[in-house]
């Protein structure tokens, strides 16, 4: 049953109580809820996964794999909010001698937000949904959650929330720091509910642009971390292409198969030299009749890629190379267009097929390369496929420009979570392209600076008090301290 307008209202009340709560939790407090739900998470795999497979059509090592990364993001994110550093704790003394005159004791550090509404991804149930990057980062950086079900796995979603809230309750989280919500009506009701203070999103751009309108509509606009759509172009130069033509061939078919194409990091286009097409055809066709089958997440899907599909094949300057059909279980497809097309068409950059399909973009001049980079729009990723000592340097910028995370010789599906991590773009990739939705700065999405000006010592906030009581990370008087004392 669908949580209707009273039911969303007073959970959404209920996560304002827990967040006043939790906003003064102290870092290692936050660590352990962090560490209770892995801990859960894991335990109660075998329950977890044949759940997530019966809905989703994924397979169990895929899944398995997928929620030991779930509940290694939330112990990573846990271990940094402990080491204070997304807090950016920084104290200035009072300086009579400051250079334009004499500076006030002022300090600042980024306080958590509120109540954040987090919308569940249909491709990862685990990673991306329940308590994936955004709810773990939300609650790390001491905000409450209040979850909105993807109907691909409402079952799978609804258990994991209960195991997430058995958690939270073993380790003294305050109730109702996180919950969930089903029912497409839910979504825009937390939307616009006054006391959600951020969204994030992962799904299609025309939903996510929706929602994104209607957050910058409310009375008091809030900020909306979408994530919507990409094609990562791989852009490949001509030694590359000389030197590992083959191999290039069959990890770009490996990489559009990964997941049945249903990644947020597949790459929908692969910018080669026009060469000898039997050759390359025929590496192509084998490497695609070796790459599992299976039916998509779901029907809806399915339909959506298929016309998809369909749209960008019937164009007359588009071929098929091998591919089409396949029913519930679709057979990889890959098409062929040429630079100079997209140069007179470059919406064509922007088709996404969420599915295994990919294009194949020949261009018979280097400076072609270039030319179709500075035509996309905005991206998660970018690649470039190159040789070492090849002038790439401006093919890098332009890429550099266009996504959040530009690869060498690699491949952008599967998105690492580590500190460095950028997983964000230009729009239409996200909304918020200075942020990222996976990684240890995720948590900072959710968090805002707040300035203390001269307060005594014994009143200020404990994490800015001279004697650093919290343990954590802090800037003085320009300098980087950690530990006790100023």
């Known amino acids: 049953m669908d949580t209707t307008a009273e039911q969303l209202s007073a959970q959404v009340e209920q996560a304002q109580h827990a967040f006043e709560a939790a906003r003064a ?7 352990a809820w962090l560490v209770a739900i892995a801990d859960r998470l894991e335990s109660s795999s075998e329950e977890l996964v044949p759940l997530a497979a019966a809905e989703t059509h994924l397979g169990d090592p895929r899944l398995r794999g997928e929620l030991l990364r779930t509940a290694f993001q939330l112990r990573l994110l ?5 080491a204070g550093e997304p807090l950016d704790v920084t104290i200035d003394h009072t300086d009579p001698n400051w250079g334009m005159g004499p500076r006030p004791d002022i300090r600042r550090v980024n306080e958590p937000l509120g109540v954040v509404a987090v919308f569940g991804a249909s491709n990862f149930p685990f990673a991306f949904s329940v308590i994936g990057g955004d709810s773990a980062s939300a609650l790390a950086a001491g905000c409450s959650v209040v979850h909105k079900v993807h109907s691909g796995h409402e079952q799978l979603a609804k258990r994991t929330a209960d195991v997430v809230v058995e958690a939270l309750r ?8 996180f919950s969930l919500v089903t029912g497409e009506e839910s979504g825009t009701m937390l939307v616009d509910h006054p006391l959600v203070q951020a969204v994030a999103f992962t799904g299609s751009t025309r939903g996510g642009r929706a929602l994104f309108d209607r957050a910058a509509a409310r009375p008091h606009p809030i900020p909306f971390y979408g994530e919507l759509g990409s094609t990562n172009p791989v852009f490949v130069t001509r030694l590359a292409w000389e030197r590992r033509r083959d191999n290039i061939l069959r990890e770009f078919v490996g990489s559009v198969a990964m997941g049945i194409g249903q990644f947020c990091t597949k790459p929908g286009f692969i910018v080669v030299p026009k060469s000898q097409r039997k050759e390359m055809d025929q590496v192509l066709q084998d490497a695609a009749s070796l790459m599992p089958r299976s039916e998509m997440l779901t029907p809806q899907l399915r339909r959506s ?3 998809s599909l369909v749209e960008l094949r019937d164009r007359p300057d588009v071929e098929v190379i091998t591919g089409e059909g396949g029913g519930n279980e679709p057979r990889m497809t890959l098409l062929r267009t040429s630079a100079e097309t997209i140069c007179r068409s470059p919406e064509i950059l922007e088709h996404e097929m969420f599915g295994p399909a990919s294009v194949l973009v020949e261009y018979s001049d280097d400076s072609e390369l270039a030319r179709v980079a500075n035509l996309l729009d905005g991206q998660l990723t970018t690649t470039i496929q190159g040789e070492v000592g090849e002038d790439v340097d401006d093919l890098r910028r332009v890429l550099s420009s266009k996504s ?21 773009g230009p729009y239409p990739a996200t909304t918020a392209s200075g942020t990222t939705s996976v990684g240890t700065s995720a948590i900072r999405r959710f968090m805002r600076p707040v300035s203390y000006q001269g307060f005594p010592d014994g009143q200020l906030p404990e994490v800015l008090r001279d004697e650093n009581p919290w343990m954590v990370e802090r800037r003085i008087d320009g300098k980087r301290s950690a530990g006790r004392g100023t």
């Open 25 to 31: 939790s102290l870092p290692a407090e936050r660590e």
């Open 170 to 177: 073993s380790a003294g989280a305050p109730g109702g720091i």
């Open 305 to 307: 890629y298929g016309d």
């Open 78 to 82: 846990g271990a940094e909010i402990r």
């Open 404 to 424: 959040g995370r530009v690869l060498w010789n690699g491949w952008p599906t599967g998105v690492s979570v580590t500190y460095a991590q950028q997983h964000g």
